[in-house]
């Protein structure tokens, strides 16, 4: 029966149709492992595996019921997304017609980021337990394109100004410094609808490619570093530092004196030990492990200085 599918569907692919006759067809002989993989291919060809013929599931997919006690714990959620992204991205190019994958999901996530956008109604009965995509009562309706565009274009009553070529090196381009956001006039939702529509008139020209990666024109970064905020200070220091990373230490490690070299001394015998440079069982290791731990510090402070006595 699968050699004559086979033939028929002309390639490593099986009718949906014929798999519920198969279905039937074994549930009537009590062939119950036949059953559950019949059942699962079929569903995984109608939800997260679909493709664009919406009649025929590849049969590569029957490797993942081979074991069926364990095909359970799969990351099944995992490979759905992972599936939708990669028909996502073949959406993306302007000569893909249809859109395969698990498309629910999809209309959901819509649903839930844009709520303006669709013909839908929430459901009175849903409780939270239940899957996310029987909240929504959704209604045939066509949309005219240019209204949903219209939607994915802006979000809200918010208007910001962008300048694209404030990220030019990602691109792979020289980086320059960038306009003023204030020097664009503020249009209004009309004009950026048309100015989208007609966006091949307003992209970028007459940019350098980058020799190297993040390269940047003749005083970009001076300019970054007055108009960004590149460091976190203190409010009491008023003079930035340089691009030279400073580490700072805490006050119990920057003491000064006999005691601060102690200190550092002591604190790097101990590394030494922990990250097992001196191995352990060695004389080595036994004489550092007895010098440093009864080490203590104690200061004699006399009138003119301080003076501190290392006991061992």
Not at 57 to 79: K, S
């Amino acid at each position: 029966m699968a050699y004559e599918e086979l033939n028929q569907s002309r390639g490593a692919q099986v009718r949906l149709n014929w798999l519920r006759e198969l279905y039937d067809s074994c549930c009537d002989n009590e062939l119950w492992e036949f059953v559950a993989r019949a059942y699962l291919l079929h569903l995984v060809g109608c939800t997260i595996f679909a493709n664009k013929s919406a009649t025929y599931v590849r049969t590569h997919y029957l490797e993942l019921f081979r074991d069926l006690p364990t095909c359970r714990r799969y990351a099944w959620g995992v490979a759905a997304l992972v599936y939708l992204y990669e028909q996502l991205g073949d959406a993306s190019f302007a000569n893909t017609k249809q859109l395969a994958g698990y498309l629910p999901i999809l209309q959901t996530w819509i649903y839930e980021h844009f709520p303006a956008l669709g013909r839908k109604q929430l459901r009175d009965t849903y409780v939270e337990t239940e899957p996310r995509a029987i909240r929504y009562v959704t209604r045939r309706a066509i949309s005219a394109i240019t209204d949903v565009r219209l939607h994915f274009l802006r979000l809200g009553t918010l208007v910001h100004r962008h300048l694209s070529e404030r990220v030019l090196r990602q691109f792979g381009f020289l980086q320059p410094i960038p306009r003023s956001p204030s020097s664009l006039p503020m249009v209004d939702f009309g004009t950026i609808d048309d100015r989208w529509k007609n966006h091949e008139q307003y992209v970028v020209v007459q940019v350098l490619p980058a020799p190297a990666p993040f390269s940047c024109s003749d005083g970009y970064l001076q300019w970054f570093r007055r108009v960004s905020h590149p460091y976190i200070l203190r409010g009491a220091e008023a003079d930035r530092p340089s691009l030279v990373t400073v580490q700072r230490t805490s006050p119990s490690s920057s003491s000064s004196g006999l005691l601060g070299v102690v200190k550092r001394i002591v604190s790097s015998l101990q590394r030494m030990i922990d990250c097992r440079d001196v191995t352990k069982g060695t004389i080595a290791w036994d004489r550092m492990h007895e010098k440093v731990n009864p080490v203590e510090v104690t200061p004699t402070i006399s009138s003119n200085d301080n003076r501190y006595l290392l006991v061992l």
